[in-house]
């Protein structure tokens, strides 16, 4: 993982979510993609560019959850993680934090088949003993029947259990500087650990989801 924040990384696992949403795009890319990719260089200083003002982007949206601070950014296998935490936490200990994921839609795979597969591939995990899913709404896009997903729901156990909401949608060439001109799938989640979330967090998280076809995108 490449930390593109300009400050050390923190040395530290990623969280329990955002290890099943990396094994959930590995997955779906390569189910997606024509042939087995190579390993990818290191960023370029464009896309070192445009992540560092995704990350100012969107700590607008992880702010309204109250995780203002920026707190890692990291690059695998082509796909983004940020992670936001309140301005008195950390990611090495935190109790909330919200974390994005930005998965480009491979050149020459529709978007509908990349969407599908990857929010199978993240419901089949969160299927998986240890996890429960309590809520979950599904929307498809106009067009090409692309699915969309929002899911509530738990991870783990004792005092690392987090309670989560997340939002899988679709954002299309100029919604974010990273990758640049594609679309992306994008996973936005709000997690807690030492109690169930707020319901202003549902509710806003669920908003956030629901936004794009209240438009009728």
Known sequence: IA?????????????????????GLTIALASCAAAQAQPAPPPSQDIQQAVREDVLSLARLAAGFDCPKPAWTGVRNGVLTIEY??????VRSWKNLVTVTITPVPKGVPRAAASNRYIENILGALRQPGRTIEQLVEKRYSGDDARAAWVLYTIGEGA????????????????LKFPGGQWSVVMIQRQQRGGPLDDAWITLSKSIFMAPFEKKR
């Open 3 to 23: 930390d593109l924040t300009g400050g050390p990384m923190p040395a530290r696992p990623l969280s329990n979510l955002a290890t099943t949403v990396v094994a």
């Open 85 to 90: 935490v309140p301005e008195d936490e950390d």
């Open 160 to 175: 690392k259990r987090e309670h989560n909401a997340a939002a899988i949608m679709l954002f299309g060439p100029g919604e």
